[in-house]
């Protein structure tokens, strides 16, 4: 990519590089952004988007950084204190994966900035009191090999534009907490048991909103417009008692249940009949 860097930053760069550091904005899925600068001060930077002027506070320090041109992928890695934004739940969670990133340098002073990344944050983990991000840029995704693995299980996801299915989420409000994988809802209508098997829990408010959707285990019904569930695994940290979130079904992914559950086996994507690798590597036994 071309990195088009302004004549007064690009003079004082080629001057005094010491005096120059960098800036990261995140940009979350729902739209919150913040950012970060490596340099000791606040520094306010306008990456001209339309919307105005972004504060930067200090703390981040760039681990590693890989600038490529042409088809190979770019990244870096940024590591930065956990806040009030950036918080462990939040980072844990998922609610900063996929979000957009923007790596510039600038300099105290001098107007400008010269663009190094722009990306989104496909690694993300905390260590002690500290966030560490990765962020790739577009090329990273020619760096994958894509192809489609013949399985007897649907390759779909339920509600997709393949599978067709319209996978309508419920909305619920937590009315009961046991731990982070165990809570009671209230919604409207009626769901029997099993229903929400493989499905998602997704939060629309309250400490876990903007996390990533989490599998459900174990639905169970308690009649007209109540129920209880076990999650496949625990939330960063268990919601609270009128926390909102969006039920989703889900699909054990067989043609049975295509057929059976859903009246969508036109829609199934998987070969049930061809031999899977066990069938393949199986040893034979002389008669």
């Known amino acids: 990519m071309t990195r088009v860097i302004p004549a007064p930053l690009l003079a004082h760069l080629q001057g005094s590089p010491a005096f120059a550091g960098e800036c990261l904005i995140l940009e979350a899925r729902d739209g919150t952004r913040v950012g970060f600068t490596t340099l000791d001060e606040p520094f306010d930077l306008d990456l001209e988007l339309g919307d105005g002027v972004e504060s930067c506070a200090g703390g981040i320090e760039i681990g590693s950084l890989t600038l490529s041109v042409g088809l190979t992928a770019s990244f870096a890695e940024v590591s930065g204190p956990l806040g009030p934004v950036l918080t462990r739940e939040a980072v844990e969670g998922g609610r900063w994966a996929g979000a957009r990133a923007w790596l510039v340098r600038v300099s105290p002073g001098i107007a400008g900035y010269a663009p190094l990344l722009y990306g989104k944050v496909a690694e993300y983990r905390t260590e002690g009191p500290r966030f560490f991000l990765e962020i790739r840029n577009q090329a990273a995704l ?11 299980y649907c390759s779909a996801d339920l509600g997709d534009s393949r599978c067709t299915f319209s996978n309508t989420a419920v909305a619920a409000t937590v009315t009961a907490v046991t731990d982070a994988m165990r809570f009671s809802l209230s919604f409207s209508g009626t769901y029997a048991n099993d229903y929400f098997n493989y499905g998602t829990v997704e939060f629309t408010s309250g400490d876990l ?19 209880s569930l076990v999650l496949l695994e625990p939330l960063v940290e268990a919601p609270q008692i009128g926390d909102t979130l969006n039920l989703k079904r889900g699909c054990p992914k067989t043609r049975d249940a295509c057929r059976d559950l859903f009246s969508n086996v036109l829609n199934f994507r998987g070969e049930p009949e061809v031999p899977g690798s066990n069938q393949v590597l199986k040893a034979q036994i002389p008669e």
């Open 142 to 152: 020619l760096q994958q090999v894509l192809g489609r693995v013949i399985s007897p």
């Open 209 to 227: 909103l903007g996390t990533l959707p989490v599998e459900l285990f174990d639905w169970v019904s308690g009649g007209a417009g109540v129920g």
